[in-house]
Structure formats: structure tokens, C-alpha cells
């Protein structure tokens, strides 16, 4: 099962790849998360992106490349993997293709979740995020069980430094400029669908349940 989950900024991306990651039993390989854990620990690569993303700009395809592609080709992504976030550039897409061609694994499935402006903005001015383990709110549609603290560790939920509004602004500019030409790839490719991002998280999931058992007709407990 190898998956790429494509999609603006605060479409839920992350949301439904943490509900596939727990029923396929594949990593979830977010290289935004990836990124932000390189900037937590001072690495020099994180050094390095920092100031792409908290400008909302997009990190330089050779970086993202790199970290990507190590990251599933190890071991435990061996049954399959989540992308999510990656790959956001046409050079991104064919690097990701190629190294998939060569090891004879093509993707599965391309999900693209697409989701209004409004609502994009309305999801990330209430996300908050656990700066301890990584998971994910929103105010609204997915409060913690106790206001303002993690439901896992009880750490102080924050807000995304990229989550400015000014920010969010730079951010939808590059998707348009340099991921929206992705869907394009990936439809001629095929096995690719959309799914209607602003419904509510199990409208959402349902949606990607019905691609998924489509395409792998040995998937019966999503
Ligand atoms: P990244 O972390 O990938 O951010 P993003 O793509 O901008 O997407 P988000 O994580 O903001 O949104 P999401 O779609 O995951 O939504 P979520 O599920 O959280 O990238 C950040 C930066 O890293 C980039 O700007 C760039 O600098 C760099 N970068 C990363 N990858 C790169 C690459 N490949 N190349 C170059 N640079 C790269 O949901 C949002 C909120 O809505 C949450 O609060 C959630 O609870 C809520 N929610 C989710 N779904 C629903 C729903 N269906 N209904 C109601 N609420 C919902
Ligand atoms: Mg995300």
C-alpha cells in the first residue's frame, strides 16, 4: 500500500493520514512533521529550512528529496507507506517516480483532498497543535477532551508558527504556483481521486475508505 495524499494547505491531510496510518498499519511519512522535528532538535538541516517554512515558502527540492526519499526506504516503510505533503513539485514527483520505478514498488493510489479557501482558512486559525508528540486539534471541529492541553500527555497545545494569516497567504500562493500542476501528473497517470475536503472528518474518511477499498479489493476492515 503505497499511498500519496496530495491537497492545499489545512485540507486535512494530516487528519486522515493519522486515521489510515492506525487501519493499514503503514507509517504515516509527513515531511512536514519530518522537517519541523529536524527544526526541534537544532540539526543543521533544520538550521537550514527553517526559514523556508516559517515564511510558508516551499524548501528547496534537493533538501526535500533527500529526506524523503531516505525516509521510506527504511525498513518499516517495507509494506508501504502514507506521503503526505510530499511530493509538492513536479521535480519532487518525478525524483519520488523514479526511485519507485527502480525498485519496481509504484504508487497505488494518489488521493487528492480538495477544500474551499474559507474553510482552508477557518481549519488553520483553529488548529493547535501538541509541541510533545505531534498531535493534531482544532478549537471547533476537533477539541482536546480538557481546553488547551494535549489528550496524550497533557502538554500545552500551541499554535503553528505557519499558521499566521500572512503566512497562510504565502503558503496558498506556492500550492497554486508549484503543487497545483500535480494534479494534472497524477490524473494522467491514473488511480488518482478527489475527495470533497470540507466535509467533516468521518465524511472524509468514508470518502477515502470507498477509493481505498477500490483499489485494493483485499482491504476489508478500513
Ligand atoms: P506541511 O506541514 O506539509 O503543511 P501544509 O501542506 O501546509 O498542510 P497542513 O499541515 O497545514 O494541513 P493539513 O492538510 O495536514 O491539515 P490538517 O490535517 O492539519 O508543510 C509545512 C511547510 O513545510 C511548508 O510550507 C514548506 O515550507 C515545508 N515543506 C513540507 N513539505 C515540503 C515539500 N514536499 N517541499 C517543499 N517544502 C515542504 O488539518 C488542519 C486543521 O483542520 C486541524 O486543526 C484539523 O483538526 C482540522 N481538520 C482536518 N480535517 C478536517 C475536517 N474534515 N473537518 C473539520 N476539521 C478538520
Ligand atoms: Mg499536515
Wanted: proline letters at 6%.
Amino acid at each position: 500500500m503505497r499511498l500519496i495524499l496530495l491537497g492545499p494547505p489545512g485540507a486535512g491531510k494530516g487528519t486522515l493520514a493519522a486515521r489510515l496510518t492506525d487501519r493499514l498499519s503503514v507509517p504515516h511519512l509527513a515531511s512536514g512533521d519530518i522537517l519541523r522535528a529536524e527544526i526541534r532538535q537544532g540539526s543543521d538541516l533544520g538550521t537550514a529550512v527553517q526559514k523556508y517554512m516559517d515564511s510558508g515558502q516551499l524548501v528547496p527540492d534537493d533538501v526535500v528529496i533527500q529526506v524523503m526519499i531516505h525516509s521510506l526506504t527504511q525498513p518499516d516503510c517495507a509494506a508501504g507507506f502514507i506521503l503526505d505533503g510530499f511530493p509538492r513539485t513536479l521535480p519532487q514527483a518525478q525524483a519520488l517516480n523514479d526511485k519507485l520505478t527502480d525498485s519496481g514498488l509504484p504508487i497505488d493510489s494518489v488521493i487528492y483532498l480538495d477544500a474551499d479557501e474559507e474553510v482552508i482558512i477557518a481549519r488553520l486559525a483553529g488548529r493547535r497543535v501538541c509541541p510533545l508528540c505531534g498531535a493534531n486539534y482544532h478549537l471547533q471541529t476537533m477539541p482536546p477532551a480538557k481546553y488547551g492541553k494535549c489528550d496524550r500527555d497533557d502538554a500545552d497545545l500551541q499554535t503553528r508558527p505557519d499558521d499566521d494569516p500572512e503566512v497562510i497567504r504565502t503558503r496558498l500562493q506556492e500550492y497554486h504556483r508549484l503543487t497545483q500542476p500535480l494534479l494534472e501528473y497524477y490524473a494522467a497517470a491514473g488511480r488518482f481521486a478527489r475527495l470533497d475536503g470540507n466535509k467533516n472528518i468521518d465524511q472524509v474518511y468514508r470518502q477515502a475508505q470507498q477509493v481505498l477499498t477500490k483499489t485494493f479489493s483485499s482491504i476489508d476492515d478500513l
